[in-house]
């Protein structure tokens, strides 16, 4: 089992930043591939990014590739990411999320655990 919470959502401007992490319970954050999935008003949940176990392969959907980064330090069980030149259209809960797996899958159905969420409200 392992539990997931979220941090470092919040208000931003327009071409501002924001880092979210995401801690993790357990002993065995190493063996899972993380992802950021985000759900905007009235959208279904879909993918942002995702790292392998090893933190040596990434993935990204294409409306955040080159503004947002994902990192992971399994030393301290945590996975973060870095938002910038957000965008009224990044507003979203951004959720975490652990897969049995070693690959950075971006595949929804493929993650066993989520975290809470984080709001994350980006102003015009």
């Known amino acids: 089992q392992v539990q997931l919470v979220e941090s470092g959502g919040g208000l931003v401007q327009a071409g501002g930043s924001l880092r979210l992490s995401c801690a993790a319970s357990g002993r065995t954050f190493d063996r899972y591939a993380m992802g950021w999935f985000r759900q905007g008003p009235g959208k279904d949940r879909v993918f942002v990014a995702a790292i392998s176990s090893s933190g040596g392969s990434t993935n990204y959907a294409g409306s955040v590739k080159g503004r947002f980064t994902i990192s992971r330090d399994n030393a301290k069980n945590t996975v973060y990411l870095q938002m910038n030149s957000l965008r009224p259209e990044d507003t979203a809960v951004y959720y975490c999320?652990?897969?049995?797996?070693?690959?950075?899958?971006?595949?929804?159905?493929?993650?066993?655990?989520w975290g809470q969420g984080t709001q994350v409200t980006v102003s015009s």
């Open positions: 999320a652990a897969a049995r797996l070693s690959r950075a899958t971006m595949t929804y159905v493929n993650y066993d655990y």
